[in-house]
């Protein structure tokens, strides 16, 4: 079986679901998602992907910020798996720019997030990790994070306004 796998498009009822978080993370059936999460997310521009969008319904996520042809201004960082992930505001401020998203094929809209968070979560390895983000990279934590919540980052926009087709979002960036 290839690892690589579809994305699931918004309507799929595994995007509106709460995520079951992973009781074992060195089993194999959850080193399977894992490599199938990283294979999939390698075939394509995003920086970020999350188990259900694979149509896994786990608690499981990799962001992997790097400059692509959708995030020319992306920060580079190694390919990050988190397990069970959590995480807190360390400042009430949050910032609107563009995101997008793989399930939302098309579509760019401004959406409001945390600028600075502090994270948990396990590695693939099963050890506890924590980190504090900035920024894009926080922001894609955040984006990544709701899918396992179910959500997706159209419910976190303020305006209709804020949403574009992706022909008009490269108009105006
Ligand atoms: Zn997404």
Known sequence: MTELRDIAQLGAKVLRQYAEPVTDVLKPEIQQIIAALRTTLASTQGVGIAAPQISESK????????????????PFM???????????ALSEV??????????VPSIRALVPRYTRIKIHYLDE?????????????????QHEFDHLQGKVFLDRVENNQD???????????
């Open 59 to 74: 608690q499981i996520i990799i962001v992997a910020s790097r400059p692509t042809v959708r995030y020319p201004s992306a």
């Open 78 to 88: 190694p390919a990050t798996v988190m397990i069970n992930p959590s995480f807190e």
């Open 94 to 103: 949050k910032e609107k720019a563009w995101e997008g998203c793989l399930s």
């Open 125 to 141: 390895q099963g050890n506890k990790q924590t980190a504090e983000l900035n920024d894009f990279v926080a922001r894609v934590f």
């Open 163 to 173: 949403i574009f087709a992706e022909s008009e979002y490269l108009k105006v960036v």
